[in-house]
Nanobody
Framework: QLQLVESGGGLVPPGGSLRLSCAASGFTLSAFDMSWYRQAPGKERELVAGIAGITDGSNTKYADSVKGRFTIGRDNAKNTLYLYMSNLKPEDTAIYYC???????????WGQGTRVTVSS
């Protein structure tokens, strides 16, 4: 069964850190381009970070708002995608989703999301 399951969200104070995980099942995660998106209340879903498949994992991209603070990575042995988030800001508060990209901006598989709240 094709599935993505996110975890790791929670409440963190400004300046704190979190690691989000996205466990894949039913397919080999490293063979696909994968992305993290987020959706804040009242806002559209936005791309946070992406990592190219097939390659060694070094081909990544980030939204300007998270560059230098977030890092996307994957563990091929665990078939899991990660998002390492540091120096978190209140504006990072959102539900975070991982997605499998097929081509262009077309995604064919999404997780259920994990909520991140940055607040003191």
């Amino acid at each position: 069964q094709l599935q993505l399951v996110e975890s790791g969200g929670g409440l963190v104070p400004p300046g704190g850190s979190l690691r989000l995980s996205c466990a894949a099942s039913g397919f080999t995660l490293s063979a696909f381009d994968m992305s993290w998106y987020r959706q804040a209340p009242g806002k559209e879903r936005e791309l946070v970070a992406g990592i190219a498949g097939i390659t060694d994992g070094s081909n990544t991209k980030y939204a300007d708002s998270v560059k230098g603070r977030f890092t996307i990575g994957r563990d091929n042995a665990k078939n899991t995608l990660y998002l390492y988030m540091s120096n978190l800001k209140p504006e990072d508060t959102a539900i975070y989703y991982c997605g499998r990209r097929r081509f262009a901006d077309v995604y064919d598989l999404w997780g259920q999301g994990t909520r991140v709240t940055v607040s003191s």
